[in-house]
């Protein structure tokens, strides 16, 4: 089961993060490269499990769509 990382702006938290997953030998996806996500009121998310279609978040928000892709991912 891979580890999943969301939109993390902190470069050192990013690396932290990176560094975990390389010591628990767990594949890393990342938001914006192994996870993305398109759309505006349905959305598709894609991992490099596969992907899913015309799914929308549970609640409205800016950053739902993200953790929506996030929840997928994992």
């Not at 932290?16 to 959305?43: C, H, M, P, T, Y």
């Not at 015309?54 to 996030?70: E, F, S, T």
Request: glycine share 8%; net charge negative; hydrophobic share 45%.
């Amino acid at each position: 089961k891979p580890a999943v990382m969301g939109k993390v702006d902190d470069e050192n938290a990013r690396n932290a993060i990176r560094r975990i997953a390389r010591e628990a030998d767990a594949e890393l996806w990342e938001f914006g490269n192994e996870i993305q996500v398109s759309g505006s009121k349905l959305f598709e998310i894609t991992t490099p499990a596969g992907r899913i279609s015309d799914i929308h978040p549970g609640i409205p928000g800016a950053v739902q769509p993200h953790n929506l892709a996030l929840a997928v991912a994992a």
